[in-house]
């Protein structure tokens, strides 16, 4: 069974500045997704960044970035020139790479909230 | 293109009760897939439906079902509710082909769930 660890419940950063969210997970999976969702006070969960665990290049989608460490099974997201709208909770999770299966494993999420 | 819709957005049930939530996915996506959210537990895998079949299923106990019709629209049911059942319950779709978005899921706003 995958397992995914968040271990920060809460993080703060200031507008404009980068912040690094942090998720590790559990596997004995070679091929799989990482993905990090957004979830803002709407609830609407909204993909940010997708990573490929074949690939070695790291995934980054503008201001969005990972620093995927596929041995280390370490899967972060950094947030360059942070907005207010970013202020939402933040899932790392995890999906197995068959075309058969669809289920993604949750991190327990860290909520974030970028200051004026 | 429409994105994936969950009705109705907000119920309240008493205990006992059965209740019944759809979701639509984004048209031409053939898998849809179910999880539970609450603040205990995080984000919960329910079931997957693909083609009209069940092909993944979480540790949710028998009161929990599921189906999905020949358009891909799921419905989830719920009998003889509890107040534990009370949660946000989303749904999400999936392409379930190659292509750029491979291997995402794309999520529904979700239906609140209150039993009383």
């Known amino acids: 069974a995958q397992t995914v660890t968040q271990s920060q419940p809460e993080m703060s950063v200031q507008e404009a500045e980068t912040v690094t969210l942090s998720c590790t997970y559990d596997t004995s999976e070679n091929n799989y997704y990482l993905f990090w969702y957004k979830q803002p006070p709407s609830r609407q969960m909204i993909l940010v960044i997708r990573q490929e665990a074949y690939k070695q290049q790291n995934a980054t989608e503008n201001r969005f970035s990972v620093n995927f460490q596929k041995a280390a099974k370490s899967f972060s997201l950094k947030i360059s020139d942070s907005q207010l709208g970013d202020t939402a909770m933040y899932f790392c999770a995890f999906m197995k790479l068959s075309g058969a299966n669809s289920k993604l494993t949750f991190g327990k999420g860290i909520t974030l909230s970028v200051r004026p | 293109k429409a994105g994936v819709t969950q009705t109705p957005r907000y119920l309240i049930k008493t205990r006992g009760q059965q209740v019944t939530l759809s979701c639509s996915p984004i048209?031409?996506?053939?898998?849809v897939s179910w999880y539970q959210q609450t603040p205990g537990q995080g984000l919960q895998f329910l079931f997957e439906?693909?083609?009209?079949?069940?092909?993944n299923k979480g540790n949710f106990p028998g009161r929990f079902s599921g189906r999905q019709f020949s358009n891909s629209r799921s419905e989830m049911n719920v009998s003889t509710l509890e107040l534990g059942d009370s949660a946000l319950y989303l749904c999400?779709?999936?392409?379930?082909?190659?292509?750029?978005?491979?291997?995402?899921?794309?999520f529904g706003a979700g239906t609140r769930l209150s039993v009383l």
């Open positions: 048209s031409g996506h053939r898998s």
């Open positions: 439906y693909f083609s009209e079949t069940q092909r």
């Open positions: 999400a779709s999936r392409r379930n082909s190659q292509g750029g978005d491979s291997g995402i899921q794309y």
